[in-house]
């Protein structure tokens, strides 16, 4: 049975650090790129980024580029979000999702909620 | 502002039928399969409809997905009170270096 499991929720101050993760199982974990979504509260799904674990090919999309950073580490079958300065903008839930080539975003983790107040 | 746009709302009667729109470009759909996803209240998404029209294995036919140039529809039949969630339409975009996108998302209610 294929499963993302994540990290639970964390509740962070303004400027704090963070590393999320993401553990994948019952699948060839580095033969399929991993993605990060975020949710803002009441809001839409975005793709931050992408990892292809096998080789650690890493993407990010505009608006995520140099704000967070994407990792992975194939021997423990498990890929990483991390922020260096989180903001109060940052609350949200993260998501991790197995991408399937062809048939999308086929497997989520269960969710992340990172909530950053002072 | 999503790359793919999708009406806000939909709503229909139990037992009637729903579509949903998810609007692109050919940089998006024009050239990509498209994907739906349904997210229940307090849950994670949960993938629907995979190459356009495709069901993965334990969702039923009520549920389909068609393409056309560069957009593509959601259809739901004989709805049910747990058909209520969000909808989101999925593809990749040729022009961006991550790729994935989604539409804003359709919420269904069921009257």
């Known amino acids: 049975e294929v499963q993302l499991v994540q990290s639970g929720a964390e509740v962070k101050k303004p400027g704090e650090s963070l590393k999320i993760s993401c553990k994948g199982s019952g699948y060839s974990f580095t033969n399929y790129w991993i993605g990060w979504v975020r949710q803002m509260p009441g809001k839409g799904l975005e793709c931050m980024g992408i990892?292809?674990?096998?080789?650690?090919?890493?993407r990010y999309s505009p608006s995520f580029q140099g704000q967070v950073t994407i990792s992975a580490d194939k021997s423990v079958s498990t890929a990483y979000l991390q922020w260096s300065s989180l903001k109060a903008s940052d609350t949200a839930m993260y998501y991790c999702?197995?991408?399937?080539?062809?048939?999308?975003?086929?497997?989520w983790g269960q969710g992340t909620l990172v909530t950053v107040s002072s | 502002q999503s790359v793919l746009t999708q009406p806000p709302s939909v709503s229909a009667a139990p037992g009637q039928k729903v579509t949903i729109s998810c609007s692109g470009s050919?940089?998006?759909?024009?050239?990509?399969?498209v994907s739906w996803y349904q997210q229940l209240p307090g849950t994670a998404p949960k993938l629907l409809i995979y190459e356009n029209n495709k069901r993965p294995s334990g969702i039923p036919d009520r549920f389909s997905g068609s393409k056309s140039g560069t957009s593509a529809t959601l259809g739901i039949t004989g709805l049910q009170t747990g058909d209520e969630a969000d909808y989101y339409c999925g593809t990749w975009d040729n022009s961006l270096s991550a790729g994935g996108v989604f539409g804003g998302g359709t919420k269904l209610t069921v009257l």
């Open positions: 999702a197995k991408n399937g080539v062809t048939a999308g975003w086929d497997y």
């Open positions: 990892i292809y674990p096998g080789d650690s090919d890493t």
């Open positions: 050919s940089s998006n759909i024009g050239n990509n399969y």
